[in-house]
Nanobody
Framework: QVQLVESGGGLVQAGGSLRLSCAAS????????MGWFRQALGKEREFVAA????????YYASSVKGRFTISRDNAKNTMYLQMNSLEPEDTAVYYC???????????????WGQGTQVTVSS
């Protein structure tokens, strides 16, 4: 069993920054690839970024590449998403998830957090 808890969401103006955190518990965190997804109101959930278990490799959706950075601290069982140059289109509920493999496909993720709201005003 894996428990994931996101934090760090909030309201920010366009061009601003936020850092999301995902605290994991329940099993060995450092053996699992992890990912971030988001869901805007009225839209399907979409992939944002993924990171391997060691943190050596990461992968981003084209819409956030160059603006967002995914990272992890295995000693703290925590994953992060640094979001810079935020745009109103980034407004969504952001979810962290545990991956069965390093992937951008939602079906490869089996444990999910409850989500944290990010709102970017124009």
């Amino acid at each position: 069993q894996v428990q994931l808890v996101e934090s760090g969401g909030g309201l920010v103006q366009a061009g601003g920054s936020l850092r999301l955190s995902c605290a994991a518990s329940g099993r060995t965190f450092n053996s699992d690839p992890m990912g971030w997804f988001r869901q805007a109101l009225g839209k399907e959930r979409e992939f944002v970024a993924a990171i391997t278990h060691s943190g050596s490799f990461s992968y981003y959706a084209s819409s956030v590449k160059g603006r967002f950075t995914i990272s992890r601290d295995n000693a703290k069982n925590t994953m992060y998403l640094q979001m810079n140059s935020l745009e109103p289109e980034d407004t969504a509920v952001y979810y962290c998830a545990r991956g069965k493999k390093f992937s951008d496909f939602e079906g490869e993720y089996d444990y999910w957090g409850q989500g944290t709201q990010v709102t970017v005003s124009s």
